[in-house]
């Protein structure tokens, strides 16, 4: 069963709605307000739900630990930054949460693909984190690597947010899945605002087993892929991020894509 609830800032319930596979809330005269949330309910745990909490950001396929999801509904001017500005903006809104296809879930893709990431662990994966983010600036925030925004030759606000690293050496980034997976791929898509920028030309990737893979890439502003042979892990940490020796001391980080499948089902 899937639930999808507006919660308001007293924690009363605005409208939900109630499917076996398929739920959605809709509304064409009403403005959100501060404070509201979306709230998500599956029967049990540890399952893939699609979700679109606004029609503003595209829908995602995330895996749930728990059996409820909140996505607060973003009115606060710095925050909506990273966002297009028509996020939970106007009176038409629709949002909605399905069941995936077999298919769906099980084939190869982006396995860290998720535009409903927020800064804080939710529940809900692929899940970015990172040990520096600059000036805690939403538009730089660690999540902004896996919304699936690629455009890279700018930099602040959407559509050019990106992970930031305030300058800071040791910064490293890590997407937790929240359940272990199978790679073999991954691609990095580099902020390329030159001469503003600099970039990295030498990576490390680790794994939870501890495996660490280095990686060299370029100042190309497209997706640079790096094949290795299958891992199964639970989550990748890019780190030990050595810059390229120039005037800009702002390298970022747009995209960071996993390419793989669930272990789960192929094992």
Not at 26 to 34: D, F, G, N, P
Not at 134 to 155: E, K, P, Q, V, Y
Request: glycine share 4%; charged share 25%.
């Amino acid at each position: 069963m899937l639930t999808l609830k507006l919660i308001d800032r007293a924690g009363d319930i605005v409208e939900e709605r109630s499917h076996e596979k398929e739920t959605y809330l809709a509304y064409k005269t009403r403005k959100y307000s501060e404070g509201e949330t979306i709230i998500l309910e599956i029967s049990g745990s540890d399952c893939f739900v699609w979700v679109q909490v606004d029609e503003a950001i595209p829908a995602s396929l995330i895996y749930l630990t728990k059996p409820q999801w909140e996505f607060p509904v973003i009115t606060e001017e710095q925050l909506r930054r990273a966002y297009s500005p028509k996020i939970f903006s106007g009176e038409r809104h629709y949002l909605r949460a399905w069941l995936p296809s077999q298919s769906e879930v099980t084939g190869y893709r982006n396995l860290a693909l998720n535009a409903h990431d927020q800064k804080e662990a939710s529940g809900a994966y692929p899940h970015a984190f990172a040990n520096v983010e600059t000036r805690n600036d939403s538009t730089f925030f660690a999540r902004n690597a896996i919304d699936g925004c690629l455009a890279n030759d700018s930099h602040g606000s959407y559509p050019y947010q990106s992970w930031g690293i305030n300058q800071q050496t040791n910064a490293q980034i890590t997407i937790d899945f929240g359940r272990h997976i199978l790679t073999d791929k991954i691609a990095l898509v580099l902020r390329g605002d030159y001469p503003h920028d600099s970039y990295w030309e030498r990576v490390t990737l680790e794994f939870s087993d501890g495996e660490q893979l280095i990686f060299e890439p370029t100042n190309a502003r497209d997706r640079q892929f790096f094949s290795f042979e299958q891992k199964l892990t639970r989550f990748v940490t890019l780190k030990q991020l050595i810059k390229h020796q120039d005037d800009s001391p702002f390298p970022a980080l747009t995209a960071l894509e996993v390419y793989g499948s669930e272990w789960e089902v192929t094992k």
